[in-house]
């Protein structure tokens, strides 16, 4: 007899709890906007902070990702031309104004880091140093 009210339970708490959609997921399967285009009823994230997706710094290039879109320095994306790309910011030249698109990261980086040292007596010293 328990068992039967213990299924009757279960039953009337599955049964009777309220189905919760999927809240804003991106689909990863889904294909890049240039492909496909920009219909009315395309789906766009509410809480996306920065359209920049990737940034490439090094001696030889300066690179961004931009909406799935690859510039380079001084190259032009839509009516603007990118005419900055750091770690912090990308800076687009428009015609009529100057765009900042700042960059998120949820790694903090440290400017100092210690490093430990032995003097003659055989004892650690702490020193800080500037990390390159």
């Known amino acids: 007899m328990a068992a039967y009210l213990t299924l009757g339970l279960a039953l009337v708490i599955l049964l009777g709890a309220p189905r919760v959609p999927a809240q804003g997921l991106s689909d990863p399967t889904r294909p890049p906007r240039e492909i496909v285009g920009r219909s009315a009823d395309a789906y766009e994230p509410a809480g996306s902070l920065s359209p920049a997706q990737v940034v490439i710094i090094s001696k030889d290039r300066h690179q961004v990702t931009i909406n799935g879109r690859t510039v380079n320095l001084g190259e032009r994306y ?3 031309t990118v005419v900055r ?3 912090e910011e990308i800076v687009l030249q428009r015609p009529e104004a100057t765009e900042t698109i700042k ?23 702490e020193e800080n140093r500037e990390a390159n």
């Open 103 to 125: 960059l998120y990261s949820s790694v903090q980086r440290k400017k100092h880091w210690r490093a430990a040292r032995t003097d003659a007596g055989g004892k650690q010293e």
């Open 85 to 87: 790309i750091s770690d």
């Open 78 to 80: 839509g009516n603007a």
